[in-house]
């Protein structure tokens, strides 16, 4: 048992109709997470914690027939915000693990607002373990 911390570039995308075309919004964060870690085998650990979402930039991409136009979001309308993460991991050797995790955040926008700062999914990745403590004895 024990905490986990880090830092992940964390991009989302996803599609919306306009009108006759295909929108999509692609936003960037820096992803903080603090989770708590039960290693029950060598092999598989499993992980409960909180996700402080630090909102990089973003922008909106509208596909019309041949062409596309792309407009940056302005500074407000996404924001930095917390959820929670649940994650399995698979160590496949002392410092480099898989994992999937479910991420879910939440932060409220104002109702006027068509975008969301809530968003929820699945992620998989690769970590490798940069530094770890040692117990003295």
């Known amino acids: 048992m024990g905490l986990k911390t880090g830092s992940q570039f964390t991009p989302i995308a996803y599609r919306f109709a306009v009108g006759d075309s295909i929108g999509q919004d692609h936003l960037k964060y820096l992803s903080l997470p ?16 909180l996700l402080y979402h630090y909102f ?4 909106r991409r509208i596909t019309f027939e041949e062409s596309r136009v792309t407009t940056p979001y302005t500074e407000g309308i996404f924001k930095n915000s917390f959820g929670g993460i649940a994650q399995i991991t698979y ?3 002392p410092r480099i693990s ?17 975008q969301t700062n809530n968003t929820s999914g699945f992620q998989m990745g690769i970590s ?9 004895p």
């Open 56 to 59: 990089l930039e973003g922008e």
């Open 34 to 49: 603090l989770i708590l870690k039960l290693q029950p085998t060598k092999k598989v650990s499993f992980g409960l914690g």
């Open 98 to 114: 898989l994992f999937t995790n479910f991420r879910w955040i939440k932060r409220s926008s104002p109702a006027t607002q068509a």
């Open 128 to 136: 490798f373990q940069v530094w770890k403590s040692i117990p003295r």
């Open 91 to 93: 160590h496949i050797h």
